[in-house]
């Protein structure tokens, strides 16, 4: 257990002095509290602190900033650490690192698994274009009731799209699927579709290691990794009730290999081939869906009229995102997909961000759905096969009609 001495206050602000040698972790974004601790005289609003554990020395104060109230709010969780706030919030002074020789690092040692995050970044300016990894001011972009608001409003509209979805795609489901396209070879996998399953296995498999070596493996939770995954999965097993269901899901998802294209976030990928990865894997999370509907894997796409299955993939991004995202995010202070606090393009910055996130994405993801399933049913009208043959017979014609005109010439 960390000891901490009684602190001493001068001018309103916390002393250090009594702290002695104690060895403490210093972050940007945890404030140290023990009994001794005046939090009125840090501008703090606490709401029931006589309920509050007994055992100070294993609390932590989580702050979000209040901009409307111009004030700060704490949240409290154990853990095995105390840790300093050394960051200004809303013009507030708060306390200075105690041990300034030791590096500054986003939650060392807190939990069990902060190596997964431990490499990110939070001390980052504004203007770096890595400051949107996350970090104080990032979590403290929104305060705990607002989040609470959207989450709740958005569980009531996901929830209304599952029950819609699910009520007019049973239809759809089990031996109704369409079956334009989606003659399914027998017997074993082509060996081309295998080629591709272990090139796609080994190029995730290559992100993955350059997460685990910049000590980042929290950003595999981001959608685009996610739909790598369930592409592996679909080129891994065959055709059956839950792939091809899980097949037209997920190409309702696909929205943000686009979005990744066109806003790509390379700042923190330092590593050599790391950012030419990033487009690789965006690239062919466009290109399998194609490559799976045209292999006879017994596939198929969602008629351009329906939106079963389009608002099915909305109503999972939305819970994933605040059920998943959301609460991670709140713990280890990472930005996963923007859900802490909007990223510097994002056109909507402001403290409605996320509501007009779920606009505007929604939006998007019905475009892109029915734009990529028609892109998709013209490239599987071409076959291949037939162009290489076509070529091959017109070389064959060229050359009998140039054999023809020599023998002519003699």
Request: glycine share 4%; hydrophobic share 40%.
């Amino acid at each position: 257990m960390v000891q901490i001495k009684p602190l001493t206050f001068v001018d309103g602000v916390p002393s250090l002095d009594d702290i002695g040698s104690t060895k403490l972790f210093p972050h940007s974004g945890h404030l140290i509290i023990d009994d001794h601790f005046d939090l009125k005289q840090m501008n703090i609003s606490i709401d029931d602190k006589d309920k509050w554990p007994v055992d100070m020395n294993h609390i932590v104060a989580r702050l979000h900033a209040d901009r409307t109230a111009n004030r700060l709010h704490a949240e409290y969780f154990p853990t095995k650490y105390n840790w300093f706030f050394d960051q200004h919030i809303d013009g507030v002074k708060v306390i200075q690192p105690c041990n300034p020789e030791v590096k500054d690092t986003h939650l060392e040692d807190l939990v069990m698994l902060e190596w997964t995050y431990a490499g990110i970044n939070f001390s980052a300016k504004p203007t770096e274009p890595w400051a949107d990894d996350g970090g104080i001011e990032c979590a403290a972009h929104s305060t705990l009731r607002q989040r609470t608001f959207e989450t709740v409003l958005a569980v009531i509209v996901a929830s209304y799209e599952i029950y819609y979805a699910t009520y007019h795609a049973k239809n759809q489901l089990g031996t109704s699927f369409p079956r334009e396209y989606a003659r399914e070879r027998q017997g074993r996998p082509s060996v081309l579709r295998r080629l591709v399953l272990v090139c796609y296995a080994l190029l995730w498999g290559i992100e993955i290691g350059f997460k685990l070596a910049s000590r980042q493996l929290i950003y595999i939770l981001n959608p685009c990794h996610i739909v790598t995954l369930i592409q592996i999965m679909l080129l891994t097993f065959s055709s059956n009730y839950y792939t091809r269901g899980l097949y037209r899901l997920h190409v309702g998802m696909l929205n943000g290999g686009t979005l990744a294209i066109y806003f790509p976030v390379t700042a923190t990928r330092l590593f050599p081939f790391e950012v030419e990865l990033y487009y690789i894997q965006h690239i062919l999370i466009l290109v399998v869906p194609v490559f799976l509907l045209s292999s006879h894997g017994g596939y198929s796409l969602e008629p351009v009229g329906s939106f079963r299955w389009t608002i099915s993939a909305i109503a999972s991004f939305r819970f994933y995102h605040y059920f998943v995202l959301q609460p991670i995010s709140l713990l280890t202070w990472v930005n996963l997909n923007g859900v802490l606090c909007p990223f510097q393009f994002d056109p909507f910055i402001g403290r409605y961000y996320r509501l007009w996130a779920n606009i505007h994405q929604t939006l998007f993801m019905i475009i892109h759905h029915k734009l990529f399933s028609v892109v998709a049913r013209t490239c599987i009208q071409f076959d291949i096969r037939r162009i290489m043959y076509y070529i091959k017979r017109q070389q064959q014609e060229q050359q009998q009609m140039t054999t023809s005109d020599i023998s002519k010439d003699k």
